[in-house]
């Protein structure tokens, strides 16, 4: 069974510059202490070559799809105050390094996919600096190096826009014609620049600012390259106009991560996430929210592991519900080793390169959890249908299905201390009586007895079932028809 193509299914974040040093980087150096305890704000020396060394540990374990911090010139290693739009940073590896991840990724067949800031640059910008020095209306600069309408001057208490009140920051002037020209809409933009160079799509930082009609327009210009490239909004607000609309082609489902780990947590119960996914299916559809990325872990939110209090259990337990859950598992990296344990500043850690210093357990839970993505198309591209008996506090439960009855998966969580036996009734056609299903967790099997299964739950623990026509001999429960 395979997934549907270019649908993202995996995808992995990477922070470049915490992500891995180059065994071969030219003599650039990097802190002594990369694995070590202590993190700040400097470099740590990770550029795009230590990415184009580790590309079959990804594709190993399953990744189909990377995303990349901004890899522009910036003064700040996750791409914040930005000196360059169209260069990349030497401190990464500059061209070279770019250039040989594109190829290497295309070999492998991985996507690539580019985190943009466009609603801020640094100080340092060219555009800021020059624009800072100009007069309005002075007909004497060139046009094409008119800068001063790019930014808002004048504004107390900074005398320009400055982003979420940082002064280093320069808020960019979206309205001005001209500067959406630069970034979207001419054939040497920003946005189709990138993707003519090889990326296949942008995850849009701050996409809830640049509102509507700004990602109409990114999405317009990277159709433009190539209509197979996607624009993912990186939104922290709910967003079904964009999605149901198709002004993107999804979002970043933090909406729908901070459900989930609000029911592993013990904050919501499991009938409110219930509610909560239903109402997003509605609201996004079906396909909209297929194609939005499900992330646990964020760079500035920190991991899963510290959010859930270390509760290792708990942790795999929202790492199963994320795969089992319409859109694609974003995996923020080191989160399938557990980098960090249960520290809160963990999100912006070097990765550890170290397998000693691995937690197995966890490797192994993404692991199986990504070869049921490969083995079962519902999981990508499947409909859902709610399980969760009403007012449940513990005990959450989905169907995934297509037309295909072979391919559904049932799948129920129990967040509880102690193990739960749930019947569970399940409307989803096509599912004989008396068909034969195994816990891919367990081994355990089960059979459907008009249209319910009675299913046991380990304490903070999953039962994922799938079905196993073949399994009386000469028989075949799921026939062709």
């Known amino acids: ?271 409110e996430l219930s509610r909560l996914l239903e109402h997003q299916r509605l609201c996004y559809g079906s396909r909209g929210l297929a194609q939005c990325f499900n992330p646990l872990s964020s760079f500035n939110d920190g991991r899963a592991l510290a959010r859930l209090g270390g509760e290792i259990a708990l942790t795999q337990l929202a790492v199963q519900l994320q795969f089992v859950l319409p859109g694609a598992a974003t995996i923020l990296y080191g989160d399938e080793i557990g980098l960090g344990g249960a520290l809160v500043d963990a999100g912006r850690r070097p990765m550890q390169w170290d397998p000693a210093r691995w937690d197995g357990d966890l490797r192994n839970v993404y692991r199986r959890m990504i070869e049921l993505r490969r083995l079962y198309p519902a999981l990508l591209t499947g409909d859902v249908a709610p399980l969760t008996p009403r007012g449940a506090t513990d005990v959450f439960a989905l169907a995934r299905f297509t037309r295909v009855p072979r391919e559904t998966i049932i799948a129920a969580f129990n967040r509880g201390h102690e193990a739960r036996r749930q019947l569970l009734f399940v409307p989803v056609e096509g599912l004989v009586n008396g068909l034969p299903l195994i816990d891919v967790i367990s081994g355990n099997r089960l059979a459907m007895r008009d249209s319910t299964v009675e299913v046991e739950l380990p304490a903070q623990g999953a039962a994922i079932l799938a079905p196993v026509p073949d399994a009386v001999p000469g028989y075949v429960f799921l026939k062709d028809r």
């Open 1 to 271: 069974m395979k997934t549907a193509a270019g649908m993202p299914s995996i995808v992995y974040e990477i922070l470049v510059d915490r992500f891995k040093r180059s065994e071969s980087d030219g003599g650039r150096g990097a802190p002594a202490t990369w694995n070590g305890d202590a993190e700040d704000g400097a470099r740590w020396g990770g550029d795009l070559w230590g990415v184009v060394e580790q590309l079959d540990y990804l594709t190993g374990l399953g990744v189909d799809t990377l995303v990349l911090s901004p890899v522009w010139p910036a003064n700040s290693p996750l791409g914040e105050g930005l000196e360059d739009f169209f260069a990349i940073d030497p401190r990464l590896g500059g061209e070279p390094a770019f250039t040989a991840l594109v190829k290497a990724a295309h070999a492998r067949s991985l996507q690539l996919l580019l985190r943009g800031i466009f609603n801020r640059v640094g100080r340092a910008h060219p555009w800021f600096v020059e624009g800072m020095r100009q007069q309005p209306e002075d007909g004497q600069i060139d046009p094409a190096m008119r800068w001063r309408s790019f930014f808002d001057f004048g504004r107390p208490p900074y005398g320009h826009a400055a982003h979420r009140g940082c002064p280093e920051l320069p808020e960019l002037n979206l309205a001005d014609h001209n500067l959406r020209h630069r970034l979207f809409h001419s054939d040497r933009s920003v946005v189709r620049t990138w993707l003519e160079r090889g990326c296949r799509g942008w995850v849009v930082d701050s996409a809830e600012e640049l509102g509507y009609q700004l990602l109409h327009d990114i999405q317009r210009a990277a159709r433009t390259v190539d209509a197979s490239c996607s624009v993912i909004a990186d939104s922290h607000a709910f967003s079904d106009r964009e999605v149901r609309d198709g002004v993107v082609d999804g979002v970043v489902n933090h909406y729908l991560g901070q459900a989930l780990l609000a029911y592993a947590g013990g904050r919501i119960d499991a009938s």
